[in-house]
């Protein structure tokens, strides 16, 4: 049955936590629409899954960075054209936007928060493909198209970062985390509850179309974040030793600097979201990420 809301990437850990907390709100009706389900390279269906919806949630993407370096004109089709065919479908059909993007727009070398009018400059194929889907939003949803930009995500349904390191804590007695990059870590259920209440004030009149940043408050480093995962499990923080971003060669360029600024919450009526320490303890107190398993 066709739901009023369409959640796209449905089966990734933020689409897995959108469906979640969709279906603890009473009243939503959704359709969730995996991978499997829809092809965002396929125009018509693209449309056709957006057909009958009021608000579409779009959590699929070509996530895979180092990936990107060496085929970019697969994730720009996913991540560019994607969401190209998805804007069109939406402008036809009347239905809201909310696009997930990344900081991985900007380039990284900021000494404070990019506010969400920033100059973008992405340094990596990854950055330009997410990009050109931004600017399909913008140009074809001018006044229906929200694009939230999000970073270091981690949550309960995935392969990230907080899950991986306490994984690691259980087969190694000390682990070396870059200490040399700045950013947000952001829980991805409050991400997924910050865009269902987004999409409620643009429905409501409140919320005007454009670019919100949906991460946490407050910054840290990778170090950081390890260190703070390893005590509010009652680990010895003292296991993680700081290293720096040239011991961890990789294809793609990663930016040092990933903090972004949330002026524009206010004037959809929306606090920003809580400190990103807040949010890992909430986050650590109500899910097993890293658990055994």
């Known amino acids: 049955m066709t739901g009023s809301w369409l959640v796209t990437g449905a089966g990734g850990m933020l689409g897995r936590d959108l469906t979640e ?5 009473s009243g939503r009706a959704f359709t969730a629409a995996t991978r499997a389900d829809l092809d965002l390279t396929d125009p018509a ?16 993407a070509w996530t895979d960075v180092d990936g990107a370096e060496t085929d970019e004109a697969a ?5 560019g054209d994607g969401v190209a065919n998805l804007a069109r479908a939406c402008a036809d059909s009347g239905a809201l936007l909310l696009s997930v993007s990344t900081d991985y727009v900007f380039p990284g070398d900021a ?34 198209g929200y694009v939230v930009r999000t970073a270091w995500l981690y949550g309960a349904h995935g392969r990230n970062f907080v899950d991986t390191m306490l994984r690691l804590a259980r087969q190694r007695e000390q682990l070396d985390v870059v200490d040399d ?4 870590p952001t829980w991805s259920y409050e991400l997924a509850e910050r865009l269902i209440d987004l999409a409620d004030a ?13 991460t946490a408050a407050g910054e840290t480093t990778w170090f950081g974040l390890a260190r703070a995962a390893f005590a509010l499990r009652g680990l010895d923080p003292a296991r993680i030793r700081p290293t720096t971003s040239d011991k961890f060669r990789r294809p793609a360029a990663r930016p040092s600097y990933s903090v972004l600024g949330h002026d524009r919450w206010a ?11 807040k949010m890992l ?7 097993d990420i890293g658990s055994p398993g």
């Open 21 to 25: 907390a969709l279906g603890a709100r």
């Open 45 to 60: 269906a693209v449309a056709a899954a957006v057909a009958g919806h009021r608000v579409v949630i779009n959590a699929a």
């Open 75 to 79: 994730a720009t089709a996913v991540n």
């Open 111 to 144: 000494t404070r928060p990019y506010p969400e009018d920033a100059p973008t400059a992405p340094i990596n194929a990854y950055g330009r493909s997410k990009l050109a889907g931004e600017q399909a939003v913008a140009r074809l949803l001018p006044r229906t």
């Open 181 to 184: 990059q700045r950013g947000q």
């Open 202 to 214: 643009a429905l409501a009149g409140r919320a005007p179309a454009g670019t919100y940043h949906g």
């Open 267 to 277: 004037a959809a009526g929306l606090p920003p979201m809580s400190d990103w320490h």
């Open 281 to 287: 303890v909430a986050a650590l107190a109500n899910t």
